[in-house]
């Protein structure tokens, strides 16, 4: 994750070429996420039309195979959080600014829409088709918290325990199997859950679902804080990805 001291270090200002990296990094990671998450759900979706089943396999798979890469791609450069979760707990902690944070959410959410975009495109669906997949209930509420918590776990338990390698591993199991077993199908992602009320896919939530996915989503972070905080009180000062 992105350190505090890392900004006064390279001496960047409002918008020095560091922090422009930076949110190149997280909006490109992003896109590339969703891409993953979106594309792999129209593919399933034709290739298996019959069995959901293994479409949902077929979604998990690419998209944990995709945050592995990811992660290794980016995280040297932006701390590859692709999550306003993981950049709100990281705020929470003083590992970003409060300036950062706020434009590393801004990347992360319009790098997510332009990612859902690309994806209705390769697959010649209209770029912007509002999702009416209803994703509504307190079965899935209780999921997207407990996803999140579990997320933000995974990565400051590798982090802070001087695995910090692990985590694109870490990160790319844990969404593979929380796919599986949470009711949402583990979103765990507010820029995420925007982006996928653009697509009326496999992948796609309604609008009217996302706002308590997010509500969810940001209570999980909070959990997942105060676990964090619980669990490793003598962390390592590195939060590099």
């Not at 949110?23 to 019959?50: C, H, N």
């Not at 590859?80 to 434009?103: K, M, Q």
């Not at 994703?135 to 776990?153: D, K, M, Q, Y």
């Not at 338990?157 to 583990?186: D, E, H, L, N, Q």
Request: charged share 10%.
């Amino acid at each position: 994750m992105t350190n505090v001291a890392h900004e006064a270090e390279t001496g960047t200002g409002w918008f020095g070429l560091d922090l422009i990296r930076r949110l190149v990094a997280e909006g490109i990671g992003t896109a590339f996420l969703l891409m993953a998450v979106v594309g792999s759900g129209i593919m399933a979706s034709g290739l298996s039309p019959s069995d959901v089943g293994l479409q949902l396999l077929e979604n998990a798979a690419a998209t944990a195979g995709a945050l592995v890469g990811l992660i290794l791609m980016m995280g040297a450069v932006s701390g590859a959080h692709f999550n306003p979760a993981v950049t709100l707990v990281d705020w929470f902690f003083g590992d970003i600014s409060t300036r950062d944070a706020g434009w590393y959410v801004v990347a992360q959410v319009i790098g997510a829409c332009a990612g859902t975009i690309i994806a209705n495109v390769m697959f010649e669906l209209p770029a912007i088709d509002i999702s009416t997949k209803d994703r509504s209930s307190p079965a899935l509420w209780l999921s997207e918290v407990v996803a999140t918590i579990g997320l933000l776990l995974v990565i400051h338990g590798c982090v802070r325990s001087s695995r910090a390698k692990a985590v694109p591993f870490a990160v790319g199991a844990w969404i593979g199997g929380a796919y599986w077993f949470t009711s949402s199908t583990s979103f765990a992602n507010p820029a995420v859950t925007i982006a996928r009320t653009l697509s009326d896919t496999f992948a796609g939530i309604a609008p009217s679902s996302a706002p308590m996915f997010i509500v969810m989503q940001v209570i999980g972070a909070a959990i997942g804080f105060v676990l964090i905080r619980l669990l490793y009180p003598h962390s390592q000062e590195t939060h590099d990805a």
